[in-house]
T-cell receptor, first 115, second 111 residues
Framework: NAGVTQTPKFRVLKTGQSMTLLCAQD?????MYWYRQDPGMGLRLIHY?????TTAKGEVPDGYNVSRLKKQNFLLGLESAAPSQTSVYFC????WGSGATDTQYFGPGTRLTVL | RKEVEQDPGPFNVPEGATVAFNCTYS??????FFWYRQDCRKEPKLLMS???SGNEDGRFTAQLNRASQYISLLIRDSKLSDSATYLC????????????FGAGTRLFVKA
């Protein structure tokens, strides 16, 4: 039981390049989330999903797209990376229903640098 | 003003000390409250949920004051292994789904 996994762990991009971050969970959770964490800012929600085939915008969605084609996977895409997207990205999942009131389980994070 | 505010610290305490963290939230519609722990360069992990009646887990005690809109975490008999950043988290489903993380309070426990 791996919990929540993320790939890659590290990545360096040049401005304008694109990439996809993959999150996978093996806990059969309905809800999945993508956050970014910047110094002094706390975690901020980018996008989330309440089930397979659904996605919704969070607090800071601009510049990102997501897809949830399978229940266990949640992909975060950057179409044209900008230096402002340099951050640590965390994926999380939670069980069901109310989402905001459930315990969230986090992946180990992806450290992205955009030059 | 941030919706969830914490003292960033750092708090530097000796082993065995008692340390308290406070967190305030601005939205009275908030429904759920948590403390998460985050070690350096690692992911956040749930430390404990916070209930209106207060709750305790070993050396850790969490309190919620809805009237004043603040949450507290008390750590007794601090251990070196308690050194980490403690995140206050507030959630609600009214007015849209929202989970708000505080920026965290850093704790260093020294021998």
């Amino acid at each position: 039981n791996a919990g929540v996994t993320q790939t890659p762990k590290f990545r360096v991009l040049k401005t304008g390049q694109s990439m996809t971050l993959l999150c996978a969970q093996d806990m059969n959770h309905e809800y999945m989330y993508w956050y970014r964490q910047d110094p002094g800012m706390g975690l901020r929600l980018i996008h989330y999903s309440v089930g397979e085939g659904t996605t919704a915008k969070g607090e800071v969605p601009d510049g990102y797209n997501v897809s949830r084609l399978k229940k266990q996977n949640f992909l975060l895409g950057l179409e044209s990376a900008a230096p402002s997207q340099t951050s640590v990205y965390f994926c999380a999942s939670s069980t069901w229903g109310s989402g905001a009131t459930d315990t969230q389980y986090f992946g180990p994070g992806t450290r992205l640098t955009v030059l | 003003r941030k919706e969830v505010e914490q003292d960033p610290g750092p708090f530097n305490v000796p082993e065995g000390a008692t340390v308290a963290f406070n967190c305030t939230y601005s939205n009275s519609a908030s429904q759920s409250f948590f403390w998460y722990r985050q070690d350096c360069r690692k992911e956040p992990k749930l430390l404990m949920s916070v209930y209106s009646s207060g709750n305790e887990d070993g050396r850790f005690t969490a309190q919620l004051n809805r009237a004043s809109q603040y949450i507290s975490l008390l750590i007794r008999d601090s251990k070196l292994s308690d050194s980490a950043t403690y995140l206050c988290v507030v959630g609600r489903n009214t007015g849209g789904f929202k989970t708000i993380f505080g920026a965290g309070t850093r704790l260093f426990v020294k021998a």
